[in-house]
């Protein structure tokens, strides 16, 4: 009696009926006394991918090659706290498409040909962050019941992100070299590095209080904003800034689970604008001195030919 309430619930479309289907189906396959010598295992007992990507979560279990088909039982389900989501479920050797939670709805292929040889392949596709957690796979066979389960971790599309390619500044500044990660994360436990012409001036290791510079030009000129780490903010400053520090620099997240991991940020230097301003008004200064002095000996000079030409004037008419 009990088993024939098992077989209506599990046909059941309603979110309801698939947890009283799962209780159902413990409280019957529990007693069963060849149990012992059925084992489920997972191929992976964790799995990580990234958002958008695809998966492939897998399960093996003990089969007889002359076993009937229609003793196949699985309920494959993501468990949550206060949620049961199933992903993929048989009854009596036969799939149950509208008993899969709306969350996998389209996203969710099973190898076929695999299962007859004991072998749960499903495909999940398009990552969702909300598809993370613990997955339990049921079976039950003429053989016996038993579970297994593996978690599944989905990271975000993070991207190390550069907020300008170009920054201006002037010899003695102190400048942000910006870099961060979108969306924002939590980057404590990764490894970070600055580089500049391909060397490692700046490095931060996962966990480390202190972070290292390698090379003595820039031993106590740079730093980094440990306190927003938890943002994502990996920017790193640079003090006093010399005509050597001009140049391409590289952020660089190398453990990131991201295709975008680095980004460039030049550095372009300029002179003082105040010196700047104080070169061209004293050449203006020095050009208008000059030019004072040329008219001044230029009228000096047309005054004393034209005195000269009047007193010479005057001795001819005595």
């Not at 994360?185 to 996962?206: A, K, M, P, Y």
């Not at 005054?303 to 004037?313: A, D, E, F, P, Q």
Request: hydrophobic share 40%.
């Amino acid at each position: 009696m009990m088993f024939l309430m098992f077989c209506c619930l599990s046909s059941s479309s309603s979110l309801r009926m698939k947890m009283i289907s799962r209780i159902l189906l413990l409280l019957i396959l529990s007693s069963c006394l060849c149990a012992a010598t059925f084992v489920v295992n997972v191929t992976q007992s964790s799995y990580q991918a990234e958002e958008n990507h695809s998966i492939t979560l897998e399960w093996t279990f003990t089969t007889k090659t002359q076993g009937s088909w229609r003793e196949l039982f699985i309920i494959c389900s993501l468990v949550a706290p206060h949620k049961e989501s199933v992903l993929y479920q048989v009854h009596e050797g036969v799939e149950i498409p509208e008993s899969q939670d709306k969350q996998f709805s389209g996203r969710v292929q099973i190898d076929k040909d695999v299962l007859r040889e004991g072998r749960i392949r499903l495909h999940v596709s398009r990552l969702r962050t909300e598809d993370a957690g613990l997955y339990l796979c049921d079976v039950k066979t003429e053989d016996g019941f038993n579970n297994a389960e593996c978690r599944l971790i989905v990271t975000g599309q993070e991207k190390v992100v550069g907020g300008h390619d170009l920054i201006h500044a002037k010899v003695g500044d102190d400048v942000i070299l910006p870099c961060h990660l979108e969306p924002p994360f939590d980057v404590n436990s990764l490894t970070i590095e600055w580089r500049f012409q391909g060397q490692i001036i700046h490095l931060h290791h996962s966990g480390a209080k202190d972070d290292k510079t390698s090379d003595p030009k820039y031993q106590g000129r740079t730093s980094m904003f440990h306190d927003e780490f938890k943002k994502g903010n990996i920017s790193l400053r640079l003090i006093k800034v010399t005509k050597e520090d001009e140049g391409n620099y590289t952020c660089f997240v190398p453990k990131l689970q991201s295709q975008v991991r680095k980004v460039k940020v030049t550095l372009k230097l300029g002179s003082d604008p105040g010196v700047i301003g104080g070169v061209v008004v004293g050449v203006v200064i020095g050009a208008l001195i000059i030019l004072a002095f040329i008219t001044y000996c230029v009228v000096r000079h047309l005054i004393i030919y034209v005195v000269r030409r009047h007193r010479g004037k005057q001795t001819e008419e005595k």
